[in-house]
C-alpha cells in the first residue's frame, strides 16, 4: 500500500522564479492537504482539495496557487519567488468529505530560494 | 496571540522519566485535537487524537480542558525513541484547516 508520495524531494529555485510541486496520495485517498513549514515552526496549511476544487484556503497570497486532477493527485505553483517561500512544503492526504479524517503526510519537498 | 501556543523546550530528560507538554489554542469554537510526532527532518505523523474525556494509549496519555482551552500530553517512562518534536494541532469546528502550533521538543537522554 504506497503512502503518500511527493517530488522532488529538493529544489532549489532563485528569486522571482516559479516551481511547481507534486504529490500523489495515498492510496484510496480523494482530499490532499499542502502546507509550508518553515525551519523551526510548525507546518502552516495553504489549501486543501477535494473534487478538483479548492474546498479551503489559508493565510497564504495568490502567489500560492493548486490543482488537483482526476486521479487525485495534486499541483502545488509558486509564482514569484521570494526568500521568505524557502520551506519544506509538505502534503497531506485524506478520505472524504468530512472535516475530520486522518491526515497522512509525505516525506515532503524541501524548497531552498536563493 | 498566536492560534495555538506550545513551549518549544527543549525538554531535556534521562530514561525513564514521565515529561508532561501542554499546549492552548485560542479558538473555542475548536472541535478537534491531535497530538503529532514529527523526527527530525521527517513528516508528521499523527501519535493520538485528544478526545474529551481523555484517553491513554500505552504509555500516552492525553486530556483537554475545554474551559481553560489547553491540550495536554504526558509521557511517562520515557525512550531514547521518543526523542522527536511534538506538535499540537487544533481543527476548529466547521472547518478543513488544521492549526499546527510550533512543537516541542523532547531529548531523551540515556
Known amino acids: 500500500d504506497a503512502g503518500v508520495t511527493q517530488s522532488p524531494t529538493h529544489l532549489i529555485k532563485t528569486r522571482g522564479q516559479q516551481v511547481t510541486l507534486r504529490c500523489s496520495p495515498k492510496?484510496?485517498?480523494?482530499?490532499v492537504s499542502w502546507y509550508q513549514q518553515a525551519l523551526g515552526q510548525g507546518p502552516q496549511f495553504i489549501f486543501q482539495?477535494?473534487?478538483?476544487?479548492?474546498?479551503q484556503r489559508g493565510n497564504f497570497p495568490d502567489r500560492f496557487s493548486g490543482h488537483q486532477f482526476p486521479n487525485y493527485s495534486s499541483e502545488l505553483n509558486v509564482n514569484a519567488l521570494l526568500l521568505g517561500d524557502s520551506a519544506l512544503y509538505l502534503c497531506?492526504?485524506?478520505?472524504?468529505?468530512?472535516?475530520?479524517?486522518?491526515?497522512?503526510f509525505g516525506p515532503g519537498t524541501r524548497l531552498t530560494v536563493l | 496571540r498566536k492560534e495555538v501556543e506550545q513551549d518549544p523546550g527543549p525538554f531535556n530528560v534521562p530514561e525513564g522519566a514521565t515529561v508532561a507538554f501542554n499546549c492552548t489554542y485560542s479558538?473555542?469554537?475548536?472541535?478537534?485535537f491531535f497530538w503529532y510526532r514529527q523526527d527530525c527532518r521527517k513528516e508528521p505523523k499523527l501519535l493520538m487524537s485528544?478526545?474529551?474525556s481523555g484517553n491513554e494509549d500505552g504509555r500516552f496519555t492525553a486530556q483537554l480542558n475545554r474551559a481553560s482551552q489547553y491540550i495536554s500530553l504526558l509521557i511517562r517512562d520515557s525512550k531514547l525513541s521518543d526523542s522527536a518534536t511534538y506538535l499540537c494541532?487544533?481543527?476548529?469546528?466547521?472547518?478543513?484547516?488544521?492549526?499546527f502550533g510550533t512543537g516541542t521538543r523532547l531529548k531523551v537522554l540515556a
Open positions: 482539495y477535494y473534487e478538483e476544487e479548492e474546498r
Open positions: 494541532v487544533v481543527l476548529p469546528s466547521g472547518t478543513y484547516k488544521y492549526i
Open positions: 497531506a492526504s485524506s478520505l472524504g468529505r468530512d472535516y475530520y479524517n486522518e491526515q497522512f
Open positions: 492510496s484510496g485517498h480523494d482530499t
Open positions: 479558538n473555542s469554537a475548536s472541535q478537534s
Open positions: 485528544v478526545y474529551s
